[in-house]
C-alpha cells in the first residue's frame, strides 16, 4: 500500500492550490484521510481529515480556508487550499489511518510529502 502526494509548488500570498493523494495497492477501504504539515524546525501538525462517510475536522488555522475532499471511488483524497499565507509554508503529507488490501489491514499509512511554499 502506498499513499502518492501530488500538487505542492510556489505560491504568492492569498494564491490557492490544490493537493492530492492516491492511494494505490488493490485497496478495499480506507478509513480515515488525512493531511498533516510540517514547517521547518516544527513539529508536524494535523491540517484536516475526512472519514469514509465525509465527516471532516480541521485545525483553526485553516479553517474557512482549506477543503478536504475524498473520493472513493479512486482511493484519493483532496486538499483545496485558498488564501494562502506565508506561515502555510510546508511540507505537506496525506495519511490514512486504516487501510484494508485485500485482506490485510494497514495501520498508519504516510505518503512522501509534497513541499508547499507561500512567498511572493
Known amino acids: 500500500v502506498q499513499l502518492q502526494a501530488s500538487g505542492g509548488g510556489l505560491v504568492q500570498p492569498g494564491g490557492s492550490l490544490r493537493l492530492s493523494c492516491a492511494a494505490s495497492?488493490?485497496?478495499?477501504?480506507?478509513?480515515?484521510m488525512g493531511w498533516y504539515r510540517q514547517a521547518p524546525g516544527k513539529q508536524r501538525e494535523l491540517v484536516a481529515t475526512?472519514?469514509?462517510?465525509?465527516?471532516?475536522n480541521y485545525a483553526d488555522s485553516v479553517k474557512g480556508r482549506f477543503a478536504i475532499s475524498r473520493d472513493n471511488a479512486k482511493n484519493t483524497v483532496y486538499l483545496q487550499m485558498n488564501s494562502l499565507k506565508p506561515e502555510d509554508t510546508a511540507v505537506y503529507y496525506c495519511?490514512?489511518?486504516?487501510?484494508?488490501?485485500?485482506?490485510?489491514?494497514?495501520?498508519?499509512?504516510w505518503g512522501q510529502g509534497t513541499l508547499v511554499t507561500v512567498s511572493s
Open positions: 475526512i472519514a469514509s462517510g465525509g465527516n471532516t
Open positions: 495497492g488493490s485497496i478495499v477501504s480506507i478509513n480515515v
Open positions: 495519511s490514512a489511518d486504516r487501510v484494508l488490501s485485500g485482506t490485510v489491514q494497514y495501520l498508519g499509512v
